[in-house]
């Protein structure tokens, strides 16, 4: 009950912000004024709409999992996001044994297999990617400054990175 | 016959050596991607994606490769259903409720071998109703303007909404999240950036792969770390595969009609294939009785669903390639395929590239053979493939979306807002929330919104013209219908519980 109201609460915000600013959408003389406000605009009041059935008729809750896994869950997210911005100084090697890594204990739970898995991975996604598939913008490794690295941790800070 | 000189020309696209080659690779790709517990068709084709599309194959063979690997997901989705009770995709469903208890009966080879043949067939028949209805449908499809297509797009939304979810509110929000998300970007018609707040990695849009590769892979690593990576342990052993000659005779009828009635299904745009197996099984369970024994192992239930399921992906190419309306999930992606090799589906695909489409239709024909042959002898290869346990399996699956998103555009946004669509897709499953209306509203949006502006500017504001045609009329009707009678037929179509160990 409660997580469908809720879900319904921030689709009905969401649909109604979305709405505010399909008013606000530039035209000009090719587009006129009308038209590119007109299908954004359908859309939001139509997921308003259903976002108000959903808040009063919602459907049972479902099992929500304990707050351990929450935690598990959003350490799994904060490593994908941190591997998604290292990728790039670092090369592919090095933050991908790290990262596979850490995903890969989340899911056994065991340090050893998890570690291996993490290392297979990463040599062997390369070897594979590199030399079997050829894509070209994979590098292995790039050296890098520690002020480099800061740089590209910013991006996941709201409002320091650019 | 203009069928045979079609056909002749689509063999001769798919027919080389190389894309034989890489049809048989597709095949073996396709079956293993199926076969893995929590990596179903639309989840391996939408990370094929990106990484084929850099690997710079042309067209054809693109095609080609990806249709074998749809083709093959299909056929290993039913190792894990029978073997594990663990369905690689909603489709799927249908085949573990035989499937699975004929395995504990010790018959796990011969529902393998079965369920194989009778996909083949499923398969064999809906590609050349395919070959026959789709070069008339095509050509129908000349006579639909900008009222007719938004008519039809809405078609698409409502029946996918209204058969694949349980709440048509809940179909509605996802319908409408990827809609709204596929305004975002610079409007063609202006050229000035719409719903960016002012974010310059959004002039673009949000590229469909990253938010499908998002939904699909990202999403089923939350998934997995919720739930530690358990039930993905065999629990049936496969001991001698032979080839059970006799159930296969003595399914054959079983077999043909729920191809047929999977065909039909599959037509149906936006309801496709979950629709296909669920009504094949159906049907045939009403057939056979309350003394045909299914629910219990027998193989007519595990050969209907196989076979209606097939033929349902066969039958959702049909509106996919004729009308551009993908008819599945997987439809949905391999739309996103031809999207992303700049090929338009459409009535003008058949007149202006023929070579694409009868190589397609050629190159599902082919890989249809080569994956009976490839079934079953190799099964016992692909049983090994399930004992991959899930910590290797879902770490590697991620750094494989990484990479192939990476590889498109080498930018750190894009791999943040896969994440971010992970995320969401997470939180949209928990609340049973389907996804496919998502990936479809992302893909299809910017078409229906063409279709809306045309529609308004022939007509001058009016929005009667919307409804100015017989056949617009007509869609208008089958789009309410389908949106509202799930909501009465739930009951009627209540599908049968998961067997339960």
Redesign the interface.
């Known amino acids: 009950m409660a997580s469908d109201r809720i879900f319904g609460l921030i689709i009905l915000i969401t649909a109604v912000a979305y709405v505010a600013a399909a008013t606000q959408i530039q035209t000009n003389f090719f587009s006129g004024e009308f038209l590119p406000k007109l299908f954004p605009l359908l859309i939001g009041s139509v997921a308003a709409l259903a976002a108000l059935v959903l808040v009063f008729r919602p459907d049972p809750d479902p099992d929500w999992p304990a707050s351990a896994t929450w935690i598990n869950m959003a350490v799994a997210v904060a490593v994908l996001a941190v591997y998604a911005v290292l990728l790039t100084p670092l090369g592919f090697i090095a933050p991908t044994i790290v990262a596979a890594a850490i995903l890969s204990y989340q899911i056994s739970g065991r340090f050893g297999p998890s570690a291996l898995s993490g290392l297979g991975l990463a040599l062997g996604l390369f070897v594979l990617f590199k030399y079997a598939l050829g894509l070209g913008n994979i590098v292995a490794y790039r050296v890098t400054s520690p002020a480099k690295i800061w740089d590209a941790l910013t991006i996941l800070i709201p409002f320091v990175g650019k | 016959m203009e069928l045979f000189a079609n056909l002749a020309l689509g063999f001769g696209v798919a027919l080389s050596p190389y894309t034989l080659f890489l049809a048989v690779c597709g095949c073996f790709l396709g079956t293993i991607i199926g076969a893995l517990p929590g990596l179903g068709p639309s989840n391996g084709v939408a990370i094929l994606i990106p ?1 084929t599309f ?2 710079g194959l042309d067209a054809t063979s693109a095609l080609v490769l990806m249709t074998s690997v749809y083709y093959g997901a299909m056929y290993g989705g039913r190792i894990s259903s029978i073997l594990l009770n663990i369905p690689g995709d909603e489709p799927a469903l249908m085949t573990t409720l035989d499937g699975y208890p004929m395995a504990k009966q010790g018959r796990a080879g011969d529902a393998l071998v079965l369920s194989g043949v009778a996909s083949f067939v499923g398969a064999l028949l809906a590609t050349i109703g395919l070959m026959l209805l789709a070069p008339t449908l095509a050509r129908v499809a000349f006579l639909f303007g900008p009222a007719e297509y938004f008519a039809l797009y809405l078609l698409a939304f409502c029946t996918l909404g209204g058969m694949a979810s ?2 048509q ?2 179909a ?2 996802a319908a ?2 990827g ?2 998300i596929a ?1 975002i970007g610079v ?1 063609s ?7 960016t ?1 002012g974010n310059l990695h959004l002039y673009d849009g949000i590229d469909f792969l990253v938010a499908i590769v998002g939904l699909f892979a ?1 999403a089923e ?2 998934f ?3 739930s ?2 358990k039930g993905s342990s065999i629990g049936v052993t496969l001991d001698k595969v032979r080839i059970p000659w006799k159930d296969i005779f003595s399914t054959k009828w079983t077999m043909l009609r729920a191809s047929g009635v999977g065909f039909v299904a599959g037509i149906l745009p936006g309801a496709g294939a979950s629709l296909g197996s669920f009504l094949a099984y159906m049907s045939e369970k009403s057939i056979a009785g309350e003394n045909g024994g299914f629910g219990t192992g027998v193989p007519k239930g595990v050969a209907a669903p196989e076979a209606g399921n097939n033929a349902a992906a066969g039958g959702a190419l049909v509106p996919m390639l004729t009308l551009g309306v993908p008819g599945s999930g997987t439809t949905a992606v391999l739309l996103a395929l031809l999207m992303t090799l700049n090929i338009t589906p459409g009535p003008t695909l058949f007149t202006e590239r023929p070579e694409v489409v009868w190589g397609l239709i050629a190159s599902l024909l082919i890989a249809n053979v080569v994956l009976l042959l490839m079934n079953v002898p190799m099964v016992k290869i692909f049983v090994r493939v399930l004992m991959v ?4 399996l ?3 699956v ?3 979306s ?2 192939g998103i ?2 498109l555009s ?1 930018s ?1 946004f894009d ?2 807002l ?2 971010g669509f ?2 969401l897709g ?2 949209l499953r ?4 389907p996804t496919v209306p998502v990936i479809l509203g992302i893909l299809l949006g910017g078409n ?2 063409d279709a ?2 045309r529609a ?2 022939l007509s001058d ?1 009016d929005p009667i013209y919307l409804f100015s045609s017989p056949i617009a009329i007509g869609l208008w009707v089958a789009a309410v219908l389908g949106f509202i009678a799930p909501m009465f037929l739930r009951n009627v179509l209540k599908k049968p519980p998961a067997v339960t160990d």
């Open positions: 990484i850099t690997l349980n709440n509110a809940k509605v929000i409408c999240l809609l709204g305004m409007d018609s202006s050229g000035l950036p719409r719903l707040g990202i690593l939350f997995f770390i919720e530690h990576g346990p899930a910590w290797i879902l770490p590697g991620t750094m494989i990484f990479v990476y590889s080498g750190y791999l943040l896969m994440i992970g995320v997470y939180f928990k609340l049973d929330v229906m919104e809306l502006r308004m500017t504001g």
